[in-house]
């Protein structure tokens, strides 16, 4: 009997051609990237309402951050 099968280094060796490192790697980013993103939309009806939401939060503690020190009112007296 002769070795036919792949797995036991018969002239099956070109069935199993597998992406090289770079595309499995972009692939493997992409499957992680859309997993994240269905969880943590799960059970929330209008996706792009919570976004403005976040958005607008940061806009506003950005807007409540203290100025720089020399910066602002001074007060005079005398």
């Known amino acids: 009997m002769g070795m036919c099968l792949p797995c036991l280094g018969g002239p099956g060796n070109d069935l199993s051609t597998s992406p090289?490192?770079?595309?499995?790697?972009?692939?493997?980013?992409?499957?992680?990237?859309k997993r994240q993103k269905e969880t943590t939309y799960r059970g929330v009806k209008n996706p792009q309402a919570v976004e403005r939401?976040?958005?607008?939060?940061?806009?506003?503690?950005?807007?409540?951050?203290?100025?720089?020190?020399?910066?602002g009112l001074k007060w005079q007296v005398g």
């Open 20 to 33: 090289d490192r770079e595309t499995r790697r972009r692939e493997l980013a992409e499957a992680a990237e």
């Open 53 to 71: 939401n976040k958005k607008n939060k940061e806009m506003e503690k950005q807007e409540m951050r203290p100025s720089p020190p020399g910066g």
